[in-house]
């Protein structure tokens, strides 16, 4: 979405997550609309799925999972999700209907990205996607501030941002 790739980060070893996935949703006021790579379990290989959050403008409270589908397009699941400011990133938990996910989010212009496992979030990391560059802004579950990455094709030339947040991807 927007041109914008996102990761999720654990420590190595994976101690702690036996399933990751990532959502990115598009923002557009309460709704966010995104697509969803379900938990992946070491090597297993999955399709992209569907989710939709209808709630509060501003990426704070809580918000209504109105769409969910699994990569074949069935009903995956239903309930809410609680997306909390955590310093300049986002503390996501899922709620279907009891605590199922925990996540941690980063927010580029119209764009959220968040990683969730089970029972510990993982790091993100959502990427701009240039030319011939990447500009990325990540955070951690337990810290309230962002990292900054950026890798690029060599001998080409960096976005003028390249070292601060990117202002949007698109």
Same mark, same amino acid.
């Given at each position: &979405?927007?041109?914008?790739?996102? !990761?999720?980060?654990?420590? @190595?070893?994976?101690? /702690? @997550?036996?399933?990751?996935?990532?959502?990115?949703?598009? &923002?557009?006021?309460?709704?966010?609309?995104?697509?969803?790579?379900? +938990? &992946?379990?070491?090597?297993?290989?999955?399709?992209?799925?569907?989710?939709?959050?209808?709630?509060?403008? /501003?990426? +704070?409270?809580?918000?209504?999972?109105? %769409? #969910?589908?699994?990569?074949?397009?069935?009903?995956?699941?239903?309930? @809410?999700?609680? &997306?909390?400011?955590?310093?300049?990133?986002?503390?996501?938990?899922? @709620?279907?209907?009891?605590?199922?996910?925990?996540?941690?989010?980063?927010? %580029?212009?119209?764009?959220?990205?968040?990683?969730? #496992?089970?029972?510990? !979030?993982?790091?993100?990391? !959502?990427?701009?996607?240039?030319?011939?560059?990447?500009?990325?802004?990540?955070?951690?579950?337990?810290?309230?501030? %962002?990292?900054?990455?950026?890798?690029?094709?060599? /001998?080409?030339?960096?976005?003028?941002?390249?070292?601060?947040?990117?202002?949007?991807?698109?």
């Amino acid at each position: &979405i927007d041109r914008v790739l996102g !990761a999720a980060l654990v420590p @190595y070893p994976r101690q /702690g @997550y036996p399933a990751l996935g990532l959502v990115i949703y598009q &923002i557009d006021g309460g709704s966010l609309k995104g697509f969803r790579l379900p +938990e &992946i379990v070491l090597d297993q290989e999955r399709n992209v799925g569907r989710e939709e959050l209808a709630g509060p403008p /501003g990426l +704070e409270g809580r918000y209504q999972i109105t %769409l #969910s589908e699994n990569p074949f397009g069935a009903p995956y699941y239903a309930g @809410y999700v609680e &997306i909390e400011p955590h310093g300049d990133a986002y503390r996501v938990r899922w @709620y279907t209907p009891r605590l199922a996910y925990v996540g941690t989010g980063v927010r %580029l212009g119209s764009t959220f990205v968040v990683a969730y #496992s089970f029972n510990q !979030a993982p790091g993100v990391v !959502a990427y701009c996607i240039g030319p011939d560059w990447l500009v990325g802004v990540g955070a951690n579950f337990d810290r309230e501030t %962002l990292s900054y990455q950026t890798m690029h094709r060599a /001998g080409s030339p960096l976005p003028p941002w390249s070292t601060a947040r990117p202002p949007t991807c698109s």
